[in-house]
């Protein structure tokens, strides 16, 4: 299942940076890994993942820098900084409240793996 575009807008930053936080990344790597992750229900394209990892760097929340690989190709690798892992822990708490309050609004009409 694919989610609704608006409802994935705001939980993508910070299913950004958690996978950030793992280590760096270039973009295609990144999306690959978040689709991993969720076994293929988050998907964020390049319309969607670029421009996002474009506002995390200017929130200072992400850095980059370019890096030649083993195959002399360049590639943009992203890191999240200090700056990003407050955001990213401050962001996980207030998912956790609102996972709660889903639980309570919904019961146990959600189904939970």
């Not at 998907?43 to 195959?71: D, I």
């Not at 690798?77 to 889903?102: C, H, M, N, P, W």
């Amino acid at each position: 299942m694919k989610f609704e575009r608006e409802l994935l807008k705001g939980i993508a930053p910070v299913v950004v940076l958690e996978t950030l936080s793992r280590g760096k990344m270039y973009g295609y790597e990144l999306s690959e890994a978040i689709e991993a992750k969720s076994q293929n229900v988050l998907t964020l394209g390049q319309g969607t993942l670029y421009p996002l990892l474009y506002n995390l760097e200017a929130q200072k929340l992400v850095t980059s820098e370019w890096e030649t690989s083993g195959s002399s190709r360049k590639r943009k690798y992203y890191s999240i900084t200090s700056k990003g892992k407050e955001r990213l822990e401050t962001d996980k708490v207030q998912l956790a409240d609102l996972f709660k309050a889903l639980k309570l609004v919904f019961g146990n009409s959600i189904v939970t793996a």
